[in-house]
T-cell receptor, first 110, second 112 residues
Framework: DADVTQTPRNRITKTGKRIMLECSQT?????MYWYRQDPGLGLRLIYY???????NKGEISDGYSVSRQAQAKFSLSLESAIPNQTALYFC?????????FGPGTRLTVL | LAKTTQPISMDSYEGQEVNITCSHN???????ITWYQQFPSQGPRFIIQ???TKVTNEVASLFIPADRKSSTLSLPRVSLSDTAVYYC?????????????FGGGTRLMVKP
């Protein structure tokens, strides 16, 4: 969905490096989310935010941190990347009815 | 948090109707049922949402029995482009934290 953009789309990094994934949305939604998806599996929630001052841990927050810089921007950081964080990362926004997902960031940690 | 159970995979042929059933035995009073579709290397896309009985939109129908312990997504006359993974989610719309568990989904393969 062009209303939700993620940068970068692909990233290869090394173990121990700090990585930031960016998400921006033009839908005007207060709620934003970060998920990861491993091959052949469903999405797992990392963090979510209901507004700029609200941050909540999801199912698998260990090893990750987030920043909600503005209503439109929600960043995910890996402070010290490790190989098992290799995955496809999705950002999403929502109104009360449905979630709108970005195109994803494919992250490889060597 | 209501847990959902879906078949891992299904096969169908072009032009057939496909029904995917999701079990959610511990659904709560305030929970809604939402279905998403995901193509490889893309984010999931909303298909349909309902609370009870039947909901229909331009792409699918959702059937929910009176006890709401299951739901069935119905895709009429599928085409090859409907090959995707379909996820059933159950949760409270006013508490978004409950809407955020994607299970393994159902992998639908549509054959010519």
């Amino acid at each position: 969905d062009a209303d939700v953009t993620q940068t970068p789309r692909n990233r290869i990094t090394k173990t121990g490096k700090r990585i930031m994934l960016e998400c921006s949305q033009t839908k005007g939604h207060d709620r934003m989310y970060w998920y990861r998806q491993d091959p052949g599996l469903g999405l797992r929630l990392i963090y979510y935010s209901f507004d700029v001052k609200d941050i909540n841990k999801g199912e698998i927050s260990d090893g990750y941190s987030v920043s909600r810089q503005a209503q439109a921007k929600f960043s995910l950081s890996l402070e010290s990347a490790i190989p098992n964080q290799t995955a496809l990362y999705f950002c999403a926004t929502s109104d009360s009815n449905e979630q709108f997902f970005g195109p994803g960031t494919r992250l490889t940690v060597l | 948090l209501a847990k959902t159970t879906q078949p891992i995979s299904m096969d169908s042929y072009e032009g057939q109707e496909v029904n995917i059933t999701c079990s959610h035995n511990n659904i709560a009073t305030n929970d809604y049922i939402t279905w998403y579709q995901q193509f490889p290397s893309q984010g999931p896309r909303f298909i349909i949402q309902g609370y009870k009985t039947k909901v229909t939109n331009e792409v699918a129908s959702l059937f929910i029995p009176a006890d709401r312990k299951s739901s069935t997504l119905s895709l009429p006359r599928v085409s090859l482009s409907d090959t995707a993974v379909y996820y059933c989610l159950v949760g409270d719309m006013d508490n978004a934290g409950n809407m955020l568990t994607f299970g393994g989904g159902t992998r639908l393969m549509v054959k010519p």
